[in-house]
Protein backbone atom coordinates (compact mmCIF):
# COMPACT_ATOMS: atom_id res chain seq x y z
CA UNK A 1 0.00 0.00 0.00
CA UNK A 2 1.39 3.54 -1.04
CA UNK A 3 1.60 5.61 2.02
CA UNK A 4 1.03 9.05 -0.01
CA UNK A 5 -2.51 9.93 -0.31
CA UNK A 6 -4.41 13.02 -1.43
CA UNK A 7 -5.78 15.54 0.78
CA UNK A 8 -7.12 18.78 0.80
CA UNK A 9 -5.10 21.15 2.39
CA UNK A 10 -5.49 24.85 4.23
CA UNK A 11 -2.80 26.72 4.76
CA UNK A 12 -2.79 30.27 6.41
CA UNK A 13 -0.69 32.90 5.44
CA UNK A 14 -3.33 35.88 7.16
CA UNK A 15 -6.91 36.50 7.89
CA UNK A 16 -7.43 37.12 3.86
CA UNK A 17 -4.76 34.93 2.41
CA UNK A 18 -5.68 31.50 3.22
CA UNK A 19 -4.97 29.47 0.38
CA UNK A 20 -6.67 25.82 -0.48
CA UNK A 21 -5.08 22.93 -2.75
CA UNK A 22 -4.84 19.36 -3.55
CA UNK A 23 -1.67 17.95 -1.96
CA UNK A 24 0.11 14.81 -1.12
CA UNK A 25 0.37 13.89 2.53
CA UNK A 26 1.66 10.68 4.12
CA UNK A 27 0.35 8.79 6.40
CA UNK A 28 2.78 8.82 8.90
CA UNK A 29 1.52 12.27 8.98
CA UNK A 30 -2.34 11.93 10.05
CA UNK A 31 -2.52 11.63 14.10
CA UNK A 32 -1.63 8.60 16.10
CA UNK A 33 -4.87 7.19 16.77
CA UNK A 34 -5.88 3.92 17.18
CA UNK A 35 -8.09 3.16 13.56
CA UNK A 36 -6.94 4.26 10.34
CA UNK A 37 -9.97 4.28 7.68
CA UNK A 38 -9.95 5.00 3.71
CA UNK A 39 -12.57 7.24 3.10
CA UNK A 40 -14.76 6.88 0.39
CA UNK A 41 -17.08 9.91 0.80
CA UNK A 42 -17.16 12.93 2.63
CA UNK A 43 -20.02 15.32 2.46
CA UNK A 44 -19.71 19.64 3.07
CA UNK A 45 -21.41 21.49 5.76
CA UNK A 46 -21.06 25.10 6.72
CA UNK A 47 -18.55 24.62 9.47
CA UNK A 48 -15.79 23.31 6.89
CA UNK A 49 -16.08 26.92 5.12
CA UNK A 50 -15.05 28.23 7.92
CA UNK A 51 -12.25 25.91 8.98
CA UNK A 52 -10.72 25.79 5.07
CA UNK A 53 -10.69 29.45 4.96
CA UNK A 54 -9.17 29.16 8.30
CA UNK A 55 -11.06 30.59 11.35
CA UNK A 56 -8.95 29.74 14.31
CA UNK A 57 -11.91 29.62 16.25
CA UNK A 58 -12.81 26.45 13.99
CA UNK A 59 -8.97 25.07 13.56
CA UNK A 60 -6.21 26.10 15.89
CA UNK A 61 -3.04 25.39 13.39
CA UNK A 62 -2.76 25.16 9.91
CA UNK A 63 -1.65 23.27 7.69
CA UNK A 64 -4.80 21.41 8.05
CA UNK A 65 -7.05 19.11 5.88
CA UNK A 66 -10.84 19.99 6.94
CA UNK A 67 -13.84 17.78 6.96
CA UNK A 68 -16.34 16.82 9.35
CA UNK A 69 -17.72 13.92 7.99
CA UNK A 70 -16.31 10.79 6.65
CA UNK A 71 -17.41 7.13 5.04
CA UNK A 72 -15.16 4.89 4.63
CA UNK A 73 -13.65 1.35 5.34
CA UNK A 74 -11.11 0.32 8.22
CA UNK A 75 -7.85 -0.31 6.84
CA UNK A 76 -6.16 -1.28 10.11
CA UNK A 77 -7.11 -0.75 14.09
CA UNK A 78 -5.16 -1.46 17.40
CA UNK A 79 -8.94 -1.53 19.03
CA UNK A 80 -11.29 -3.77 20.22
CA UNK A 81 -14.33 -2.22 18.45
CA UNK A 82 -13.79 -2.89 14.59
CA UNK A 83 -11.87 -4.77 12.04
CA UNK A 84 -10.33 -4.24 8.51
CA UNK A 85 -13.13 -4.37 6.07
CA UNK A 86 -15.83 -2.82 8.50
CA UNK A 87 -17.58 0.25 6.77
CA UNK A 88 -17.77 2.76 8.92
CA UNK A 89 -19.24 6.59 9.38
CA UNK A 90 -16.94 8.97 11.26
CA UNK A 91 -19.30 12.81 11.77
CA UNK A 92 -18.56 15.56 14.82
CA UNK A 93 -16.48 15.17 17.38
CA UNK A 94 -13.03 16.93 16.40
CA UNK A 95 -12.90 15.49 13.06
CA UNK A 96 -11.65 18.03 10.33
CA UNK A 97 -11.36 20.77 12.95
CA UNK A 98 -8.28 20.12 14.54
CA UNK A 99 -7.93 16.47 13.56
CA UNK A 100 -6.88 15.86 10.07
CA UNK A 101 -9.94 15.48 8.22
CA UNK A 102 -12.77 14.04 5.45
CA UNK A 103 -11.33 15.85 2.50
CA UNK A 104 -8.75 13.22 2.21
CA UNK A 105 -8.24 9.59 0.98
CA UNK A 106 -7.07 8.64 4.44
CA UNK A 107 -8.16 9.41 8.22
CA UNK A 108 -7.01 8.28 11.86
CA UNK A 109 -9.33 8.82 14.48
CA UNK A 110 -10.26 6.83 17.75
CA UNK A 111 -12.53 3.92 17.59
CA UNK A 112 -14.95 5.69 20.24
CA UNK A 113 -15.59 8.47 17.25
CA UNK A 114 -16.38 5.34 14.87
CA UNK A 115 -20.34 4.59 14.10
CA UNK A 116 -21.15 0.97 12.53
CA UNK A 117 -22.87 1.24 9.08
CA UNK A 118 -25.45 -0.80 8.32
CA UNK A 119 -25.20 -3.43 5.82
CA UNK A 120 -27.67 -1.84 3.86
CA UNK A 121 -26.66 1.65 3.58
CA UNK A 122 -23.88 2.54 1.15
CA UNK A 123 -20.74 4.72 2.02
CA UNK A 124 -22.55 7.42 -0.50
CA UNK A 125 -26.55 7.12 1.38
CA UNK A 126 -24.76 7.87 4.69
CA UNK A 127 -23.10 11.01 3.37
CA UNK A 128 -26.24 12.63 1.53
CA UNK A 129 -27.06 12.51 5.49
CA UNK A 130 -23.79 13.50 6.86
CA UNK A 131 -23.67 16.12 9.76
CA UNK A 132 -26.29 18.21 7.87
CA UNK A 133 -28.67 14.85 8.64
CA UNK A 134 -27.75 14.63 11.98
CA UNK A 135 -28.40 17.53 13.14
CA UNK A 136 -31.62 17.76 11.38
CA UNK A 137 -32.78 14.05 12.76
CA UNK A 138 -31.15 15.41 16.20
CA UNK A 139 -33.95 17.96 16.09
CA UNK A 140 -36.57 16.05 15.28
CA UNK A 141 -35.93 13.54 17.53
CA UNK A 142 -36.43 16.57 20.32
CA UNK A 143 -40.01 17.42 18.60
CA UNK A 144 -40.81 13.76 18.85
CA UNK A 145 -39.72 13.63 22.91
CA UNK A 146 -41.85 17.14 23.63
CA UNK A 147 -44.76 15.26 22.21
CA UNK A 148 -44.86 17.19 18.48
CA UNK A 149 -46.89 15.42 16.02
CA UNK A 150 -48.53 16.01 12.92
CA UNK A 151 -51.53 17.59 14.23
CA UNK A 152 -49.85 19.68 16.76
CA UNK A 153 -49.35 22.60 14.03
CA UNK A 154 -46.92 24.25 11.73
CA UNK A 155 -43.08 23.15 11.83
CA UNK A 156 -40.82 25.84 10.51
CA UNK A 157 -37.49 25.26 9.38
CA UNK A 158 -35.18 28.22 8.60
CA UNK A 159 -31.81 28.16 6.41
CA UNK A 160 -34.06 26.03 4.15
CA UNK A 161 -32.53 25.69 0.65
CA UNK A 162 -29.18 24.65 2.97
CA UNK A 163 -27.93 21.31 3.71
CA UNK A 164 -29.59 21.15 7.38
CA UNK A 165 -32.37 23.03 5.90
CA UNK A 166 -32.78 20.63 3.10
CA UNK A 167 -32.48 17.20 5.30
CA UNK A 168 -34.75 18.61 7.69
CA UNK A 169 -37.49 19.80 5.32
CA UNK A 170 -37.53 15.72 3.81
CA UNK A 171 -37.54 14.28 6.97
CA UNK A 172 -40.08 16.44 8.56
CA UNK A 173 -42.44 15.88 5.05
CA UNK A 174 -41.67 12.48 4.69
CA UNK A 175 -42.90 12.01 8.65
CA UNK A 176 -46.44 13.87 7.67
CA UNK A 177 -45.51 17.66 9.38
CA UNK A 178 -46.98 20.51 7.68
CA UNK A 179 -43.30 22.57 6.85
CA UNK A 180 -43.17 26.23 6.91
CA UNK A 181 -40.19 26.67 4.86
CA UNK A 182 -38.03 30.17 5.64
CA UNK A 183 -35.92 30.95 2.35
CA UNK A 184 -33.91 34.15 1.23
CA UNK A 185 -34.27 32.25 -2.16
CA UNK A 186 -38.08 32.96 -3.04
CA UNK A 187 -36.37 31.64 -6.92
CA UNK A 188 -36.15 27.96 -5.45
CA UNK A 189 -39.77 27.84 -4.08
CA UNK A 190 -40.92 25.37 -6.42
CA UNK A 191 -37.89 23.50 -5.45
CA UNK A 192 -38.82 23.74 -1.56
CA UNK A 193 -42.36 22.72 -2.47
CA UNK A 194 -40.90 19.46 -4.31
CA UNK A 195 -38.75 18.31 -0.94
CA UNK A 196 -42.22 18.59 0.88
CA UNK A 197 -42.85 22.22 2.25
CA UNK A 198 -46.04 23.24 2.25
CA UNK A 199 -45.60 26.70 2.78
CA UNK A 200 -42.42 29.40 1.89
CA UNK A 201 -41.81 32.29 3.57
CA UNK A 202 -39.28 35.16 2.14
CA UNK A 203 -36.72 35.07 5.35
CA UNK A 204 -37.57 39.01 5.96
CA UNK A 205 -41.00 37.64 7.31
CA UNK A 206 -39.26 36.48 10.85
CA UNK A 207 -36.74 39.12 11.15
CA UNK A 208 -39.16 41.76 13.61
CA UNK A 209 -37.20 44.31 14.51
CA UNK A 210 -40.13 46.05 16.60
CA UNK A 211 -39.62 46.04 20.49
CA UNK A 212 -43.01 43.75 20.68
CA UNK A 213 -42.47 41.33 23.77
CA UNK A 214 -44.50 38.97 22.06
CA UNK A 215 -45.78 38.01 18.30
CA UNK A 216 -49.10 36.47 16.84
CA UNK A 217 -48.34 32.35 17.34
CA UNK A 218 -47.51 31.07 14.06
CA UNK A 219 -45.60 27.65 14.90
CA UNK A 220 -45.51 24.64 17.16
CA UNK A 221 -42.02 23.76 17.00
CA UNK A 222 -38.89 25.22 15.09
CA UNK A 223 -35.24 24.13 13.63
CA UNK A 224 -33.51 26.91 12.95
CA UNK A 225 -30.59 27.51 11.19
CA UNK A 226 -28.97 31.00 11.42
CA UNK A 227 -29.31 32.15 14.54
CA UNK A 228 -29.64 36.10 15.32
CA UNK A 229 -32.62 38.17 15.25
CA UNK A 230 -34.49 35.83 13.00
CA UNK A 231 -34.11 33.13 16.15
CA UNK A 232 -35.34 35.81 18.68
CA UNK A 233 -38.38 36.77 16.27
CA UNK A 234 -39.40 32.57 16.31
CA UNK A 235 -39.00 32.63 19.96
CA UNK A 236 -41.72 35.05 20.30
CA UNK A 237 -43.85 33.81 17.42
CA UNK A 238 -44.05 30.12 18.70
CA UNK A 239 -47.47 28.68 20.17
CA UNK A 240 -47.88 27.56 23.93
CA UNK A 241 -45.79 25.17 24.99
CA UNK A 242 -43.80 24.77 21.40
CA UNK A 243 -40.42 24.22 21.05
CA UNK A 244 -37.73 25.83 19.20
CA UNK A 245 -34.08 23.90 18.00
CA UNK A 246 -31.26 25.93 17.13
CA UNK A 247 -28.21 24.55 15.45
CA UNK A 248 -27.12 27.41 13.65
CA UNK A 249 -25.31 30.77 12.89
CA UNK A 250 -25.07 31.92 9.95
CA UNK A 251 -27.16 35.22 10.12
CA UNK A 252 -25.53 35.99 13.96
CA UNK A 253 -24.38 34.93 16.94
CA UNK A 254 -26.28 37.29 19.64
CA UNK A 255 -29.34 36.56 20.48
CA UNK A 256 -31.70 39.21 22.23
CA UNK A 257 -34.91 38.72 23.56
CA UNK A 258 -37.23 38.45 26.37
CA UNK A 259 -38.62 36.37 29.26
CA UNK A 260 -41.75 36.53 27.90
CA UNK A 261 -41.83 33.45 25.53
CA UNK A 262 -40.57 31.18 28.09
CA UNK A 263 -42.57 32.32 31.24
CA UNK A 264 -45.93 33.20 29.52
CA UNK A 265 -45.71 30.78 26.28
CA UNK A 266 -44.08 27.77 28.30
CA UNK A 267 -41.54 27.77 25.20
CA UNK A 268 -38.55 25.09 25.22
CA UNK A 269 -35.20 26.49 23.70
CA UNK A 270 -33.20 23.40 22.48
CA UNK A 271 -29.60 24.03 21.53
CA UNK A 272 -28.31 21.21 18.82
CA UNK A 273 -24.47 20.94 19.46
CA UNK A 274 -24.32 17.31 16.98
CA UNK A 275 -20.59 16.81 17.06
CA UNK A 276 -20.45 16.72 21.30
CA UNK A 277 -23.28 13.94 20.68
CA UNK A 278 -22.55 10.97 23.16
CA UNK A 279 -21.98 8.16 21.31
CA UNK A 280 -25.45 6.15 22.87
CA UNK A 281 -27.53 8.51 21.95
CA UNK A 282 -25.50 9.17 18.61
CA UNK A 283 -26.11 5.26 17.95
CA UNK A 284 -30.42 5.91 18.64
CA UNK A 285 -30.12 9.31 15.81
CA UNK A 286 -28.17 6.97 13.27
CA UNK A 287 -30.41 4.45 13.45
CA UNK A 288 -33.82 6.61 13.71
CA UNK A 289 -31.69 7.89 10.15
CA UNK A 290 -31.52 4.60 8.85
CA UNK A 291 -34.86 3.24 9.66
CA UNK A 292 -37.69 5.66 10.65
CA UNK A 293 -36.46 8.95 9.07
CA UNK A 294 -34.83 7.26 6.22
CA UNK A 295 -36.15 9.19 2.49
CA UNK A 296 -37.51 7.20 0.17
CA UNK A 297 -35.98 9.13 -2.40
CA UNK A 298 -33.56 11.72 -2.59
CA UNK A 299 -35.18 14.20 -4.85
CA UNK A 300 -33.10 17.33 -3.72
CA UNK A 301 -30.20 19.24 -5.07
CA UNK A 302 -27.13 16.53 -4.85
CA UNK A 303 -23.69 18.10 -6.59
CA UNK A 304 -21.19 15.22 -6.24
CA UNK A 305 -17.92 16.73 -6.92
CA UNK A 306 -14.21 15.54 -6.74
CA UNK A 307 -11.28 16.82 -4.07
CA UNK A 308 -10.22 18.96 -7.11
CA UNK A 309 -13.51 20.94 -7.33
CA UNK A 310 -13.98 21.21 -3.45
CA UNK A 311 -12.17 24.61 -3.20
CA UNK A 312 -14.91 26.15 -5.24
CA UNK A 313 -17.84 24.45 -3.80
CA UNK A 314 -16.68 25.77 -0.32
CA UNK A 315 -16.37 29.15 -1.52
CA UNK A 316 -19.93 29.26 -3.10
CA UNK A 317 -21.55 27.85 0.58
CA UNK A 318 -19.30 30.53 1.81
CA UNK A 319 -21.26 32.68 0.25
CA UNK A 320 -24.46 31.38 1.01
CA UNK A 321 -24.79 30.62 -2.86
CA UNK A 322 -25.16 26.18 -1.92
CA UNK A 323 -28.72 24.80 -2.53
CA UNK A 324 -28.94 21.16 -0.90
CA UNK A 325 -26.39 18.65 -0.57
CA UNK A 326 -22.27 19.04 -2.00
CA UNK A 327 -21.50 15.32 -1.47
CA UNK A 328 -17.68 14.74 -2.16
CA UNK A 329 -16.46 11.01 -3.54
CA UNK A 330 -12.84 10.64 -2.62
CA UNK A 331 -12.25 7.14 -3.26
CA UNK A 332 -13.74 3.93 -4.84
N1 LIG B 1 -24.86 22.87 15.99
C1 LIG B 1 -24.70 21.85 15.18
O1 LIG B 1 -24.61 20.70 15.58
C2 LIG B 1 -24.67 22.12 13.70
C3 LIG B 1 -24.60 21.07 12.78
C4 LIG B 1 -24.66 21.39 11.41
C5 LIG B 1 -24.74 22.71 11.00
N2 LIG B 1 -24.75 23.68 11.94
C6 LIG B 1 -24.88 25.08 11.57
O2 LIG B 1 -26.13 25.23 10.91
C7 LIG B 1 -26.05 26.25 9.93
C8 LIG B 1 -26.44 25.67 8.58
O3 LIG B 1 -25.46 24.70 8.20
P1 LIG B 1 -25.49 24.08 6.73
O4 LIG B 1 -24.36 23.12 6.68
O5 LIG B 1 -26.85 23.66 6.39
O6 LIG B 1 -25.10 25.38 5.87
P2 LIG B 1 -25.54 25.81 4.40
O7 LIG B 1 -25.74 24.61 3.55
O8 LIG B 1 -24.57 26.85 3.98
O9 LIG B 1 -26.98 26.47 4.64
C9 LIG B 1 -27.18 27.68 5.28
C10 LIG B 1 -28.42 28.36 4.69
O10 LIG B 1 -28.76 29.48 5.51
C11 LIG B 1 -29.34 30.51 4.69
N3 LIG B 1 -28.54 31.73 4.89
C12 LIG B 1 -27.31 32.03 4.40
N4 LIG B 1 -26.91 33.23 4.81
C13 LIG B 1 -27.90 33.73 5.58
C14 LIG B 1 -28.09 34.93 6.32
N5 LIG B 1 -27.17 35.89 6.33
N6 LIG B 1 -29.23 35.09 7.01
C15 LIG B 1 -30.17 34.14 7.02
N7 LIG B 1 -30.04 32.96 6.34
C16 LIG B 1 -28.93 32.76 5.64
C17 LIG B 1 -29.27 30.02 3.25
O11 LIG B 1 -30.53 29.39 2.97
P3 LIG B 1 -31.76 30.20 2.34
O12 LIG B 1 -31.21 31.02 1.23
O13 LIG B 1 -32.70 29.13 1.91
O14 LIG B 1 -32.33 31.08 3.44
C18 LIG B 1 -28.20 28.95 3.31
O15 LIG B 1 -28.36 28.00 2.28
C19 LIG B 1 -24.60 26.76 10.02
O16 LIG B 1 -24.56 27.88 10.88
C20 LIG B 1 -23.85 25.61 10.63
O17 LIG B 1 -22.68 26.02 11.27
C21 LIG B 1 -24.71 23.40 13.27
Not at 310 to 322: S, T, V
Amino acid sequence: MSTRFKALVSRYIDEINVTKNIELKDISELPQNDTLIKVEYSSLNYKDTLSANGHKGITRNYPHTPGIDAAGMVVETKGKKFKSGDKVIVTGYDLGMNTSGGFAEYIRVPEDWIVPLPNDISTKEAMIYGTAGFTAATAINEFQKHGIVPESGKVLVTGATGGVGTLAIAMLAKLGYKVVASTGKMNLSGYLTKLGASEIIQRDEINDKTEKPLLAKQWIASLDNVGGNTLATILRSTFEHGIVCNCGMVEGITLNTNIFPFILRGVRLVGIASAETPMKRRLEIWNKIFNEYRLAEYNFNIKEVTLEELPNEIDLMAKGEQVGKILVKISN
